[in-house]
């Protein structure tokens, strides 16, 4: 099973600012890493697949990188509806699909 | 519109049975593969199950194989979970997923999400 591990826990920032998230994978998964968004009360959200490829709706401030092993999501000027929880989940080699345990980033 | 409308949760006691429905009206259901995915009070997400369009695969995560059994009514556009054997740690918020490719079989990319059903075994 492919474990990922999403740091950091908890990032603290202010509206504008740059958010940089990371996901590493305990073996090359390609590129074949997802992230989602996850507002209280809310279902997940897809924002980025392969890696780097935005989904449908998604605004450019969010972007996606990496290969093999480190992902990074990131977002460029933090909105206030960008404040949520995201995970990174891996489809390069399943079952199992495997979820990170998620970034919270909050207002600061 | 598409959307995922998921039902049938609610308190089930441990060993019990439940089983959970998702209709999914707004799209050409019969093309996408359809998967479960679940979320512990608090906690993250995990991946419990997912069906190919055609419902000929079959797949589960390991802490649910052999007690949950996914299945597609395409005429109906649902999508199910039979869950049997329950246990306490089942206990969670279910989603329902559309998995994103018309091309590639249970591509493991979810576009669309239900609100879910929150399932609890308890005595």
């Known amino acids: 099973e492919i474990v990922l591990t999403q740091s950091p826990a908890t990032l603290s920032l202010s509206p504008g600012e740059r958010a940089t998230l990371s996901c590493r994978a305990s073996q090359s998964i390609r590129t074949s890493l997802v992230w989602y968004q996850q507002k209280p009360g809310q279902a997940p959200r897809l924002l980025i697949y392969d890696a780097s490829n935005r989904a449908a709706g998604i605004p450019a401030r969010f972007s996606g990188s990496g290969s093999g092993t480190d992902f990074t999501l990131t977002i460029t000027s933090l909105e206030p509806e960008d404040f949520a929880v995201y995970y990174c989940q891996q489809r390069a080699n399943w079952p199992p699909l495997t979820f990170g345990g998620g970034t919270r980033v909050e207002i600061k | 519109e598409v959307q995922l409308l998921e039902s049938g949760g609610g308190l089930a006691r441990p060993g019990g049975s439940l089983r959970l429905s998702c209709a999914a009206p707004?799209?050409?259901?019969?093309?996408?593969?359809m998967n479960w995915v679940r979320q512990a009070p608090g906690k993250g997400l995990e991946w419990v199950s997912s069906?190919?369009?055609?419902?000929?695969?079959?797949y589960y995560g390991e802490s649910v194989k052999g007690r949950f059994t996914i299945s597609r009514d395409n005429s109906k556009n649902m999508v199910y979970l039979q869950m049997n054997s329950l246990r306490a740690e089942d206990t969670a918020l279910y989603y329902c997923a559309r998995d994103r490719s018309l091309t590639v079989p249970n591509s493991g990319v979810f576009d669309i999400w239900g609100q879910g059903t929150m399932v609890t075994v308890s005595s």
């Open positions: 069906i190919s369009a055609t419902g000929l695969s079959r």
């Open positions: 707004g799209f050409i259901f019969s093309k996408y593969a």
